[in-house]
C-alpha cells in the first residue's frame, strides 16, 4: 500500500513538473508571438520612433524569471530551497506538538 501512495505521489509531483515547464514554454510562446507583432506594427506605423523594444525588455525580464525559477535555476526560491522550508516547517509544527503532550 504505501509502494503504491509512494508511486501516486511522484507521479503527482512529475505532472505538476510537467505542467510547470508547460507554462513556462506557453508564456515564451505569446512573448515571442507578442512582441514579433509589436515590433511589425512599430515599423509599419512609426518607423523613426521605436518603442516596441520597451514591452520586450520587461516582459522578457519576466519570462526570464520564469524560466529560471521553473528549471530551479534560482537558488532562493527554487524548488530545492521550497522543499527545505516545508521540511523545516513541518518538523517544527512536529517538535512544538510534542512539547504539549
Known amino acids: 500500500m504505501e509502494n503504491n501512495n509512494q508511486d501516486e505521489e511522484r507521479y503527482f509531483k512529475a505532472k505538476k513538473r510537467m ?45 526570464v524569471i520564469h524560466g529560471m525559477k521553473v528549471f530551479n535555476y534560482m537558488p532562493f526560491i527554487g524548488q530545492d530551497w521550497e522543499e527545505k522550508k516545508i521540511k523545516e516547517f513541518m518538523d517544527k509544527e512536529k517538535e512544538n506538538n510534542s512539547n504539549w503532550e
Open 19 to 63: 505542467e510547470e515547464i508547460k507554462g513556462f514554454y506557453g508564456n515564451l510562446t505569446t512573448y515571442l508571438a507578442v512582441n514579433t507583432g509589436l515590433l511589425v506594427i512599430n515599423l509599419l506605423t512609426s518607423p523613426n520612433h521605436l518603442w516596441f523594444f520597451w514591452p520586450l525588455i520587461f516582459w522578457g525580464i519576466g519570462v
